[in-house]
């Protein structure tokens, strides 16, 4: 793919360095992350956080706006 059809990832995605993290300092961040409000008038209804604890250890939160998915609609991704 060429750049310019990545132009909106920056706004769906954040990377976040997370090395020397301890568990409770990861949980915490999720737990903030998670909780953002949603502004729907601007878009998306779809977050992803990368947390990087190191090059081969990642955390993925996804958090989607029940608007944009319901529970069912999910169970495919999270059970891959």
Not at 13 to 36: D, F, P, Y
Not at 59 to 78: N, R
């Amino acid at each position: 793919l060429h750049a310019a059809d990545w132009s909106g990832v920056r706004e769906v995605l954040t990377r976040v360095a997370a090395a020397g993290w301890s568990e409770a300092q990861l949980s915490a961040a999720i737990e903030v992350e998670h909780r953002r409000p949603f502004d729907l008038a601007r878009g998306p209804a779809l977050r992803a956080a990368l947390f990087a604890r190191d090059d081969r250890d990642h955390v993925l939160l996804l958090t989607v706006h029940h608007i944009a998915a319901d529970g069912e609609s999910m169970l495919p991704l999270v059970s891959d």
